[in-house]
């Protein structure tokens, strides 16, 4: 065996070649962008890696010390060793926390192929060294800037040498010897740091305020003496005129090797401001689920037989907000996030008619028939996957419109993993603990440092903390046990020991546990967690009830929620006086007469309330339903434009009298009619208003019963989130990935035989005749041996395969393709040509 080591990679290719399946898969579901679509082999997959919007991409997505370990390694020689890129980021008295940290920071961008190459020889991929390199249009994050070597490119020799001689150094013979020279004083910490012992007080103040950044400063065509001893001396460097910087090597001196003022190896703990009992927070979640189902249920009854107009633009007017807000007896924010969830669950929708308005979809009645934990979590579910961030309402866009609720512009892809992971860290806190909010939103931030000051996902963050609240997701800003279970994470069976209950009491710091970024789940798994949740969360919740309580005064009190056919027959007989922990319902002549028009009798309503009712029928209450019941339908109302009948003309009689009547421009046409110009709904109200209960009639004379009809969408499917970028690669397509590029790459590096046909370079297919080709394909068929062939398929897509031919019969060719890595059929005419592969150089 040969004790030799393998050969340092040239490339981030060859990196990549040099890696192991579970290492490809790694890089695949950290970076999924890679596969849109499956690379070819893996100079393309290198080449992918290294595109400006992929390495963005990957940036943005790792966490703070991650991303400073990138911007040392930008500021740092290429390639650096391990020892270099240690010395930028924990300085010289060596950090042990950021000596602990380091390589698992390194271990990331390694395996997200933004490093490659042995801890000798470290490289930044080009691209990422572009962007975090520092340069006056695009300053580093570590305040560095240019080299002395980058600083004086374009400097005269003469004025290169006046510096160097300044410096104390020998004269060289050309520029670049100088700037080398001038390079190895400032790296030297013992010689630079006894030049600086020379240098004036104001000189080294100058240099103080340069030194964490931003590098660069402004001088006058006649420095100062304090700047013209670091002019001398190359400690300050022109760049344009009248602009000046410190070099970096002088900076890094300055500032003891360090490449960041403050580095971050650890990741914030997330602090508790409370902590509750379980059972409380658990009980004040199901309070608040209860809550949610009862305002969606209110939402939609008040929508139910046709919802607010939609905006030309798309969405809700400010006006229907605010009735709405009113209806519902909440915040208008809140009453966004309301309308906003119903619309994430797929309960309402517009109805695509002529005048467009919002109403309930037909999934909404199949919603109302499921148990009250199940609608929760559908709820639930659909605000956990929703990237519509109902927080935006009434804010503007990039254009300066308004966004308004249901309207276009609320979609936030980072909003459902901001919501997750949120809601994880919240696991991570001993049970019943509330967070901090703030140290929720350093944490997000450290995981995912804003690129600029505005920071979008912390304000999805708070959001989300005020949401859960409202969903009963969590009481007292706690994450409850059906939360939990929603998440996917095992709930703990037994509860910590009894904590404290102030709202200023803290836990200590070694009760936290580090929660990693959860994986997401897949569809089976998110339902299989919800009905978890839903299990968990049935028992919190009251029991409908199928009784009230009747009272003297002409009200009802239902002591808890009502079953549905109660509370919606009780919601045509009697009006919603208050709401709470019990509802209030009085008793009118309108609401009355509402039923009465809704086709129920007098002796309907008895026996509904007799049957309902835990205390004996109110003696008003039975009068008052007799006496609108005697009076309702005494006169009929129907088509001239309208007319009244009556057999009673006196009653006529009365009307004509009555100054009110003016406005309904009635005349007598015989004894018991009269005719009026208004049509007959506008008839029936001036007499309701008049305090008359007429009733309709049909044109055969029979009294019309008038129902609410409910107003229905045609079926519609809950809005598609919009993703943030390619979705997370499961297991069987990463599995299929890795073996695609495999075979690929195999393909196009396995060696050839020499052949008279011109070489084939690059990612070019053979090319050989008809004839040869088919010679070629019966020769491996007696042989076995394995041919490399190119094969454009019906789509027109050309590839390279490795195969090794079974039969060849009726212009096909049976073999196994090792790319593939399965047994296939092409056709002939489809193969471009085939050339041998080397004999040392079997496919495996």
């Known amino acids: 065996m040969s004790d030799e080591k393998p050969a340092a990679p040239r490339s981030l290719a060859e990196a990549l070649r040099a890696r192991d399946d579970a290492s490809l898969s790694a890089l695949l579901r950290s970076r999924p962008d890679l596969i849109t679509p499956v690379p070819t082999d893996l100079t393309q997959l290198a080449t992918r890696a290294g595109t400006r919007a992929s390495v963005v991409r990957a940036l943005e997505r790792l966490d703070r010390f991650a991303q400073q370990t990138a911007q040392a390694l930008a500021v740092a020689a290429d390639p650096a060793p391990y020892a270099e890129l240690l010395g930028l980021m924990a300085g010289d008295e060596r950090d042990p926390a950021v000596e602990g940290a380091l390589p698992r920071a390194l271990a990331t961008l390694r395996e997200q192929a933004l490093v490659w190459g042995g801890d000798d020889r470290l490289r930044l991929v080009r691209t990422a060294r572009e962007l975090l390199t520092p340069s006056p249009q695009y300053p580093s994050p570590t305040g560095l800037g240019p080299t002395v070597q980058e600083a004086t490119a374009g400097m005269s020799p003469g004025r290169i040498q006046e510096i160097v001689a300044a410096a104390g150094l020998a004269a060289t013979h050309d520029s670049v010897s100088a700037a ?137 007017s400010v006006r229907d907000l605010k009735r709405t807000a009113v209806a519902l007896d909440v915040a208008e924010p809140v009453a966004a996030f309301w309308v906003e969830l119903a619309y994430a669950a797929g309960l309402i929708a517009s109805d695509g008619e002529a005048e467009e308005r919002y109403a309930a979809t037909p999934a909404h009645d199949e919603w109302q028939e499921l148990p009250a934990a199940e609608r929760w979590a559908r709820l639930a579910e659909a605000w956990l996957a929703a990237t519509r961030t109902a927080g935006l309402v009434g804010g503007r866009d990039t254009k300066d419109r308004p966004l308004s609720a249901l309207g276009p512009g609320l979609d936030r892809s980072a909003a459902p993993e901001v919501r997750h992971r949120v809601l994880t860290l919240l696991a991570g806190l001993p049970q019943g603990a509330a967070p901090d909010p703030e140290s929720v939103l350093a944490r997000l931030r450290w995981e995912r440092p804003p690129r600029a000051e505005a920071d979008p996902r912390s304000q999805l963050a708070r959001w989300t903390l005020a949401e859960a609240e409202l969903l009963g997701v969590t009481g007292r800003g706690a994450l409850s046990a059906h939360g939990r279970a929603l998440l996917g994470l095992s709930v703990p069976e037994a509860a910590p020991a009894e904590p404290p209950s102030g709202p200023g009491d803290k836990l200590p710091v070694h009760h936290h546990r580090p929660v990693p970024p959860p994986e997401p789940l897949s569809p089976a798994e998110q339902a299989a967690a919800a009905a978890a949740a839903a299990r968990l969360l049935a028992p919190q919740l009251p029991e409908p009830l199928d009784h009230v309580l009747l009272q003297a005064d002409l009200t009802a009190v239902a002591p808890g929620p009502l079953k549905r056919p109660l509370a919606d027959m009780l919601g045509v007989l009697a009006d919603v006086e208050s709401k709470g922990g019990a509802t209030v319902y009085r008793f009118t002549p309108g609401s009355v007469r509402r039923a009465l028009d809704a086709g129920r009798a007098a002796s309907d309503l008895h026996a509904f309330l007799a049957e309902h009712s835990r205390t004996p029928v109110p003696q008003p209450l039975a009068y008052l339903i007799d006496d609108v019941a005697r009076r309702h339908g005494h006169l009929r109302v129907g088509a001239a434009s309208a007319y009244v009948r009556c057999d009673d003309d006196a009653l006529l009689n009365e009307i004509l009298a009555d100054k009110r009547s003016a406005g309904l421009r009635l005349r007598r046409l015989a004894p018991t009619v009269l005719a009026a110009l208004a049509d007959p709904a506008a008839l029936l109200e001036g007499l309701r208003a008049m305090g008359f209960a007429p009733a309709a009639e049909s044109a055969e004379g029979d009294v019309l019963i008038t129902r609410a009809l409910a107003h229905r969408t045609p079926p519609r499917t809950a809005p598609d989130p919009v993703p943030d970028g390619p979705p997370t690669p499961d297991p069987t397509l990463l599995t299929a990935a890795v073996r695609a590029i495999r075979a690929g790459d195999l393909a ?97």
């Open 180 to 316: 080398a020279k001038l390079t190895r004083l400032f790296r030297d910490r013992k010689r630079l740091g006894t030049l600086l012992a020379k240098a004036p007080a104001e000189s080294l103040e100058v240099l103080t305020r340069l030194v964490w950044g931003p590098p660069y400063g402004q001088v006058t065509a006649d420095p100062a003496p304090r700047l013209r001893w670091l002019l001398d001396r190359g400690l300050l460097l022109p760049t344009a005129p009248g602009t000046v910087v410190l070099p970096r090597e002088a900076a890094l001196h300055l500032r003891a090797g360090r490449a960041h003022r403050t580095v971050e190896p650890v990741a914030p703990v997330v602090e508790p401001a409370a902590v509750h009992r379980p059972q409380v927070v658990d009980g004040t979640a199901a309070g608040q689920a209860f809550t949610a189902l009862a305002t969606v249920d209110e939402l939609l009854k008040d929508w139910d037989e046709g919802g607010p107009a939609v905006l030309r633009a798309g969405g809700l």
């Open 748 to 844: 196009s590096t396995t060696p050839r035989k020499a052949t008279e046909t011109p070489a084939v370079t690059g990612g070019e297919l053979p090319r050989t005749g008809s004839a040869e080709t088919l010679a070629t394909m019966q020769a491996a068929v007696l042989t076995g041996q394995a041919l490399w062939i190119g094969y454009v398929n019906a789509e027109g897509a050309a590839s390279q395969r490795v195969i090794a031919p079974v039969r060849v019969e009726g212009g096909f060719v049976t073999a196994y393709d090792h790319t593939a890595d399965e047994v296939r059929t092409y056709p002939l005419h489809r193969i471009t040509g085939v050339a041998e592969l080397a004999e040392d150089q079997p496919p495996t």
